[in-house]
């Protein structure tokens, strides 16, 4: 059973700046989840994707964006960066089933971005 | 909104000791509870979870029970290893429609030898 995989680990940009991370969901899973997680803070929901749709965001700016593709795996999309968008990004991936699920999330390592 | 309050960290023991780390919350409904873990270097993972009141969840030693009338679910585990060091999140998930999963802000256990 393959995990979630995420990408680039690390990434430095500069204000300004756009920036795509991605990730490869758990074999079986047709849900990801998107979150950021600053430094010794706890992850906060960005959106969810279904079917290839976003079905679900929390408060974040349009800048923030997303993907899924039919084999599941999704990009995160930052336009516009601001200094306070460094943090680690993580994906999770989880089973659904019309777009409800346990909250069984499974996350990759995540991405770990820093906006000079 | 939906929120998650943990004790702040962090929390240092001696190996052998009892572990309790506080979780309540606040949510509309009947939400899933969890505790995830992260530890060193790694991704966070799923410890236990609990789906409805008075269900309690284990896993490696780990333990926590629903409370619904004082909404908590505190986590506890009778004897801590070193390997238990890490970083725990209470969490909870609302159940409505899509999944959105609340977490707290972490709690940092180092345990010593």
């Known amino acids: 059973e393959t995990g979630v995989t995420q990408s680039p680990t690390h990434l430095i940009k500069t204000r300004g700046q756009q920036v795509t991370l991605r990730c490869s969901s758990q074999?079986?899973?047709?849900?990801v989840s998107w979150y950021q997680q600053a430094l010794g803070q706890g992850p906060q929901f960005i959106f969810q994707?279904?079917?290839?749709?976003?079905?679900g965001r929390g408060n974040f700016p349009p800048r923030f964006s997303g993907l899924q593709f039919p084999n599941y795996s999704s990009e995160l999309n930052v336009n516009a960066l601001e200094l306070d968008d460094s943090a680690l990004y993580l994906c999770?991936?989880?089973?659904?089933?019309?777009?409800?699920?346990?909250?069984?999330?499974?996350f990759g390592e995540g991405s770990r971005l820093t906006v000079l | 909104g939906n929120s998650v309050t943990q004790m702040e960290g962090p929390v240092t023991l001696s190996e052998e000791a009892f572990l309790t780390i506080n979780c309540t919350y606040t949510?509309?409904?009947?939400?899933?509870l969890f505790w995830y873990v992260q530890y060193p270097g790694e991704g966070l993972q799923l410890l236990l979870k609990?789906?409805?009141?008075?269900d309690k969840g284990s896993n490696k030693g780990f333990e926590a029970t629903y409370r619904k009338e004082t909404t908590s679910f505190h986590l506890e585990k009778g004897s801590v290893q070193v390997s238990d060091s890490a970083v725990y999140f209470c969490a909870l998930s609302d159940r409505k429609g899509y999944q959105k999963v609340t977490f707290g802000t972490g709690t940092k256990l180092q345990v010593i030898p």
């Open positions: 074999s079986g899973h047709n849900t």
């Open positions: 999770a991936s989880s089973s659904a089933q019309g777009g409800r699920n346990t909250g069984e999330l499974f």
């Open positions: 994707y279904y079917r290839e749709e976003e079905n």
């Open positions: 609990a789906t409805k009141a008075d």
């Open positions: 949510a509309t409904g009947y939400p899933s």
